[in-house]
């Protein structure tokens, strides 16, 4: 395990799915269903994701290495471009999203059915995010898919209890917009780091 690869994935993710629907999603489940419920039903689906994103930069790794780089470099060129070019629109397209979440939780449930709806929203929701793409990339990158993973997970876990404990707060006093550039910002260093790598 490196300590070093936990803290960069943790900080690439978190970054990355703050203002990602995730938050919204999970904010708007807190609203219908009790929200450890909401945070575990929403961990559990990202719990298998990571593995599978994970799994998948692990089959990855096995490459050569001058490929897996220019491959994990061009995915964070994407996704910053992606969060560049959405940050204008970010802080319009909240509500939007709030009313597709809430469209699919309309009913009041508890424990386990609140837990498993909340599993099923986020995990149909998130296939092919910027945050699997990233997952990806990392594990090729620093073959540690262990430290990678952790990261990855923790940092997805934190940005649903935030939101499930304090969304609404957040969303008043934090524009989603400069949260999608900063999260560019990360994606552009990362790639740089990668491009240096490939040239020394």
Do not use: N
Request: include cysteine; proline fraction near 2%; glycine fraction near 8%.
């Amino acid at each position: 395990m490196d300590l070093a690869v936990i803290a960069l994935s943790f900080a690439a993710i978190f970054v990355v799915e703050l203002p990602d629907k995730t938050f919204i999603a999970a904010l708007v489940l807190s609203t219908r269903y009790r929200g450890i419920y909401v945070w575990i039903g929403v961990g559990l689906a990202f719990l298998v994701q990571t593995l599978i994103a994970v799994t998948v930069g692990r089959a990855v790794s096995f490459l050569p290495d001058d490929l897996v780089k220019v491959v994990a470099a061009a995915i964070f060129l994407f996704g910053a471009i992606l969060l560049i070019r959405e940050a204008p629109k970010a802080d319009a397209a909240e509500a939007e999203t709030e009313e597709e979440f809430a469209a699919k939780a309309t009913a009041s449930k508890t424990g386990l059915a609140a837990i498993g709806t909340s599993f099923i929203v986020l995990f149909a929701a998130e296939w092919g995010d910027l945050s699997q793409l990233l997952t990806i990339s990392l594990v090729g990158k620093y073959d540690e898919p262990v430290s990678v993973f952790l990261g990855a997970w923790g940092a997805l876990l934190a940005v649903s209890g935030l939101a499930v404990v304090a969304g609404r707060f957040l969303l008043r006093h934090l524009k989603l917009s400069r949260v999608f550039y900063a999260g560019a910002a990360i994606c552009l260093v990362l790639e740089a780091l990668t491009l240096y790598e490939l040239a020394t």
